[in-house]
């Protein structure tokens, strides 16, 4: 199973928007809506920030949406803010109860 | 609260194997499945792996069939991973995450256990 892709940096100053892709196939994304997104700093565990494609855990700001279409997931964050700055994963259902995480993509908050 | 405890860092010569153990706290060990997720250096993260603690039941990534196990210990609400026959490009950090149902997002992760092989 191999790595979704992702672009391996995005940027912005505060207050702008950010999107994040995740192109996976339809074994994997396309397949189903079992697709959640990971903001990961660096000496920290990940933390879960959207699941299900689009829905977003109690505590994490209205600014962080997720969507899909076709076999591309993409997260947007919107009014970049200075904590925002993180590596960001994707990660799918791949079939036979296996699971696959996107390449990653480092956010910077110029 | 919800929280998941890793042990601590280890090193290992090649060819040795380690068990990572991840400590459940705050909800009902039982009811969540339990993965497995490292990041070796400079790279991404991998889904390794993930056992539903009711059953014993696991699911491995074909990447690591045969050489790692997955168990539980459910009346402590404990979480083992072990790793047989180390290599050096095993050096990472190892991840319990628990998700609600086997097709859940990984809504609690523990807090990362370094695994350094070298001879």
């Known amino acids: 199973q191999s790595a979704l892709t992702q672009p391996r940096s995005v940027s912005g100053s505060p207050g702008q928007s950010v999107t994040i892709s995740c192109t996976g196939t339809?074994?994997?994304?396309?397949?189903?809506?079992?697709v959640s997104w990971y903001q990961h700093h660096p000496g920290e565990g990940p933390k879960l920030i959207i699941y299900?494609?689009?829905q977003r855990p109690s505590g994490v700001p209205d600014r962080f949406s997720g969507s899909k279409s076709g076999n591309t997931a993409s997260l947007t964050i919107s009014g970049l803010q200075a904590e925002d700055e993180a590596d960001y994963y994707c990660?799918?259902?791949?079939?036979?109860?296996?699971?696959?995480f996107g390449t990653g993509t480092r956010v910077t908050v110029l | 609260q919800v929280q998941l405890v890793q042990s601590g860092a280890e090193v290992k010569k090649p060819g040795a194997s380690v068990k990572v153990s991840c400590k459940a706290s705050?909800?009902?060990?039982?009811?969540?499945?339990m993965h497995w997720v490292r990041q070796a250096p400079g790279q991404g993260l991998e889904w390794m792996g993930c056992?539903?603690?009711?059953?014993?039941?696991?699911y491995y990534s074909q990447n690591f069939q045969g050489r790692v196990t997955m168990t539980r210990d459910t009346p402590i609400t404990t979480a083992f991973m072990e790793v047989a026959n180390l290599k050096s490009d095993d050096t990472a950090v190892y991840y319990c995450?628990?998700?609600?149902?086997?097709?859940?997002?990984?809504?609690?992760w523990g807090q990362g256990t370094l695994v350094t092989v070298s001879s």
């Open positions: 995450a628990r998700g609600r149902d086997i097709w859940s997002a990984l809504s609690t």
């Open positions: 705050g909800y009902i060990f039982s009811g969540y499945y």
């Open positions: 056992i539903n603690p009711n059953t014993g039941g696991t």
């Open positions: 339809s074994s994997d994304v396309g397949g189903r809506n079992y």
């Open positions: 299900d494609v689009s």
């Open positions: 990660y799918s259902y791949a079939g036979r109860y296996t699971f696959v």
